[in-house]
Nanobody
Framework: QVQLVESGGGLVQPGGSLKLSCAASGFTFSNYVMSWYRQGPGKERELVARISPLANNPFYVDSVKGRFTISRDNAKNTVYLQMNSLKPEDTAVYYC?????????WGQGTQVTVSS
């Protein structure tokens, strides 16, 4: 069955770093556009970063540009989100998403809390 298993979330102080991982199985990972979304308290879910199958056109929402880096390892069926210089407003549940045409899958979400 299809699985997107996220890890790496947790509690971090402002200015700190976390690296999220999303391990995929049950589909041809290398065909899929991979994305990270987040939903903070009282906020709409938003696209944070997106990476094409060959990592040609990474996208970042303006609020994370220069701080977050999305990457993927097709040999490991894993997408990553390196988060640096974290701010309290980055606090959210972070979701991994896979897209291929009309097919899409979501991960379960992982909590990231940035707080002193």
């Amino acid at each position: 069955q299809v699985q997107l298993v996220e890890s790496g979330g947790g509690l971090v102080q402002p200015g700190g770093s976390l690296k999220l991982s999303c391990a995929a199985s049950g589909f041809t990972f290398s065909n899929y556009v991979m994305s990270w979304y987040r939903q903070g308290p009282g906020k709409e879910r938003e696209l944070v970063a997106r990476i094409s199958p060959l990592a040609n056109n990474p996208f970042y929402v303006d609020s994370v540009k220069g701080r977050f880096t999305i990457s993927r390892d097709n040999a490991k069926n894993t997408v990553y989100l390196q988060m640096n210089s974290l701010k309290p407003e980055d606090t959210a549940v972070y979701y991994c998403r896979a897209d291929f045409g009309r097919l899409n899958y979501w991960g379960q979400g992982t909590q990231v809390t940035v707080s002193s």
